[in-house]
């Protein structure tokens, strides 16, 4: 069986990822940092990016639960690997964006770990211009999200109030939140419960 293939975001997994970053927010661990990575300008091809992606993800993940649990400090109480992911490739330019949240405090450690695990992965001394790291305002979040979401369905864009774009044809996964913002995570929190009545405006808005 061949490699999935999309041409839009699907109006469930757009929703997914909205609900995910909302979710952060209302557990006050806002999603902070926004993670560009351009595989086209690395060599990865765009039958290749999405795993790439994955391997990326898996070391990030490792060394942030090894922080988390192996370091005694207090420092390192960093709480779960919060994320949000979105892969696009319009016109060619095939790259991910990576919403997520890093403890005050850890930008630039995390920000090195990084940049050596692409590297060593792309077998590359220099990534130039394919990662690009910035942060994002906690008011700013939501405007962001829209932001990498916008390769939506173009008749799903006005339900999330944003202009849809072509954002080319993607292999693989295109959209995936991490399980501490997952459906498992919401509904262990009660959060769907709690916020029952101002998410189900939100929804209804958006829909």
């Known amino acids: 069986m061949g490699k ?3 041409n839009s975001i699907r109006y469930a997994s757009a929703l997914t990822a909205f609900y995910a970053a909302r979710f952060a927010r209302d557990q006050d661990r806002h999603l902070n940092t926004l993670v560009t990575l351009n595989f086209t300008t690395l060599g990865i091809t765009d039958d290749d990016a999405v795993e790439f992606f994955r ?3 898996a070391r990030a993940a490792t060394w942030w639960r090894y922080r988390r649990e192996k370091t005694k400090s207090p420092f390192y109480n960093i709480g779960p690997f919060d994320w949000v992911m979105v892969h696009a490739n319009p ?3 095939a790259h991910v964006h990576w919403v997520i949240r890093v403890p005050q405090g850890h930008q630039a450690e995390f920000d090195a770990m990084l940049v050596n695990r692409i590297k060593k992965l792309a077998g590359l001394e ?3 211009t394919a990662l690009n790291i910035k942060p994002i305002p906690k008011k700013g979040v939501g405007g962001v999200m829209k932001y990498c979401l916008r390769g939506v369905n173009p ?3 006005p339900r999330f109030f ?3 774009a072509n954002e080319g044809t993607v292999i693989g996964r295109r959209v995936g939140v991490s399980r501490s913002l997952g459906h498992s995570a919401r509904e262990r929190a009660n959060w769907r419960k709690v916020g029952a009545k101002k998410d189900s405006r939100k929804q209804s808005q958006a829909r």
Do not use: E, H, P
Request: charged share 35%; aromatic share 0%.
């Open 126 to 128: 220099d990534l130039k």
């Open 155 to 157: 008749n799903d864009g």
């Open 4 to 6: 999935i293939q999309t």
């Open 162 to 164: 944003l202009r849809a």
């Open 55 to 57: 391997q990326v993800k």
């Open 91 to 93: 016109r060619g330019s």
